[in-house]
Structures are given as C-alpha cells and as structure tokens.
C-alpha cells in the first residue's frame, strides 16, 4: 500500500540514519536504553519534516555589523501531545527541536465491555485553535487510540493537527484518515499488516514496554 493510496497524507520520512536506528529498535535483543534513546532521536527527525513549513516571523537583531530584520519562530510555538505512555520518550525527541513547545498528556484505555478507548487522563495546552499541534505516539496499530486522540484535541478547538508515529500499519492508516480526512501522519515506516491480536508486523512489540523495561 503506497502513500498514493492515502491521498498524500501519509508523510514516510527515509534516512539512512533513520533507517539503521529502527533496525536496532526491532531487534528483540536491543536493551531499553538504547530502544529509549533511537526513539527520542528518530523523533527528532520526524518532527522536523513535520514542523517544515511552519510559519516564520521576523525581528529585528544588532549583528556586530549593523540592525537586520531575520526570520525566527513564532512566539505562539506548536503544541506538543503525548499519548501516554510511550508517547512521551517523543516528545523529548520533539522537545530538542522545538524547544519552546507546550507538552500535553492524553491517558487511553480501552473499555473492556466496549472495546473502545476512553480517556483516563487530559491536560492540554492554552490557545490550540491560534497554534499547531503535533500528536505524538510510536505506534500507529489499529487506529483507535489515535482517532480518539484527535477527536478530544478538535473539541479544544485544536485546527492544525499533525501526527508523528515510529511505526504505522496500513489498517491503521486508512481508518484514521477515513475519520479525519485532514490529518497528516509522518512516520518512519509503513509495516506489513497487523496480526490477529492488532500488534504491528514485523513490528517491534510493544513500544511503552521496551521503553520502560517492562
């Protein structure tokens, strides 16, 4: 399944150094420090293709040489949403770039007579409708999490959403962009197909537990 076939709005993100961080992250043997440690700067990278056309402003510096009126980044930075828990070892990724950023927290479970998730916990930044928003979780699987994710960032009132992910299956994919039809996801690489219990394959496991060693 090709970016083609998402109308665009699958961003996959290719660098030879991308590339050989995640080889270490699918290896079962790669110990948590360094899986935490690729995770954070693989996140780096996609958050800087991500943020590429973010509107600049201007001000004026004195260089050693006279007064120059230069582009910088908007007083209003991007707002950063982890989706916890393994969301948040991205953000720190996002962080080293986006240094002025606003972090949020969006806690999911799944409602076991349901199935569908709920939230558990919610803190968001100020202002969403005036400032970019940048969802950020390693694992685009089923879909689930994430629509639910941005459903509760577009009741705030957030308008420019963007999705950063390690890792999407093409099911996952299709049914976020068939909700939210205005989305953009970037991610590092699109995986062959989820298994009959959703896990991404090939994969990596669970992301939050090969973070945290647990």
Same mark, same amino acid.
């Given at each position: 399944?090709?970016?083609?076939?998402?109308?665009?709005?699958?961003?996959?993100?290719?660098?030879?150094?991308? #590339?050989?961080?995640?080889? %270490?992250?699918?290896?079962? *043997?790669?110990?948590?420090?360094?899986?935490?440690?690729?995770? &954070?700067?693989?996140?780096?990278?996609?958050?800087?293709?991500?943020?590429?056309?973010?509107?600049?402003?201007?001000?004026? /510096?004195?260089?050693?040489? &006279?007064? #120059?009126? %230069?582009?910088?980044?908007?007083?209003?930075?991007?707002? $950063?949403?982890?989706?916890?828990?393994? !969301?948040?070892?991205?953000?720190?990724?996002?962080?080293?770039?986006?240094?002025?950023?606003?972090?949020?927290?969006? !806690?999911?479970?799944? =409602?076991?007579?349901?199935?569908?998730?709920?939230?558990?916990?919610?803190?968001?930044?100020?202002?969403? =409708? #005036?400032?970019?928003?940048?969802?950020?979780?390693?694992?685009?699987?089923?879909?689930? #999490? $994430?629509?639910?994710?941005?459903?509760?960032? +577009?009741?705030?009132?957030?308008? &420019?959403?963007?999705? /950063?992910?390690?890792?999407?299956?093409?099911?996952? /994919?299709? *049914? /976020?962009?068939?909700?939210? &039809?205005?989305?953009?996801?970037?991610?590092?690489?699109?995986?062959?197909?989820?298994?009959? +219990?959703?896990?991404?394959?090939?994969?990596?496991?669970?992301?939050?537990?090969?973070?945290?060693?647990?």
């Amino acid at each position: 399944m090709t970016n083609l076939e998402f109308n665009g709005h699958l961003h996959k993100v290719s660098h030879p150094f991308i #590339s050989d961080r995640l080889t %270490q992250m699918r290896d079962v *043997k790669t110990p948590s420090a360094i899986f935490r440690k690729n995770l &954070q700067e693989i996140a780096t990278f996609l958050t800087y293709e991500a943020l590429a056309d973010i509107p600049l402003e201007a001000r004026v /510096v004195e260089t050693p040489m &006279q007064l #120059s009126k %230069q582009p910088c980044l908007p007083n209003l930075a991007p707002a $950063l949403v982890s989706i916890l828990r393994a !969301g948040n070892a991205m953000v720190d990724g996002a962080l080293a770039l986006s240094r002025n950023s606003p972090v949020g927290m969006i !806690g999911l479970k799944r =409602n076991e007579e349901t199935l569908e998730p709920e939230d558990y916990f919610l803190r968001l930044p100020d202002q969403l =409708n #005036s400032r970019m928003t940048l969802v950020c979780d390693p694992m685009l699987a089923t879909g689930g #999490s $994430l629509i639910r994710a941005i459903d509760i960032l +577009k009741q705030a009132n957030a308008t &420019q959403i963007r999705v /950063v992910c390690l890792l999407a299956a093409p099911e996952g /994919v299709k *049914k /976020v962009l068939s909700v939210h &039809q205005d989305i953009h996801i970037w991610t590092a690489a699109l995986d062959d197909h989820l298994d009959d +219990k959703g896990y991404i394959v090939p994969g990596l496991g669970d992301a939050g537990d090969r973070i945290y060693g647990t």
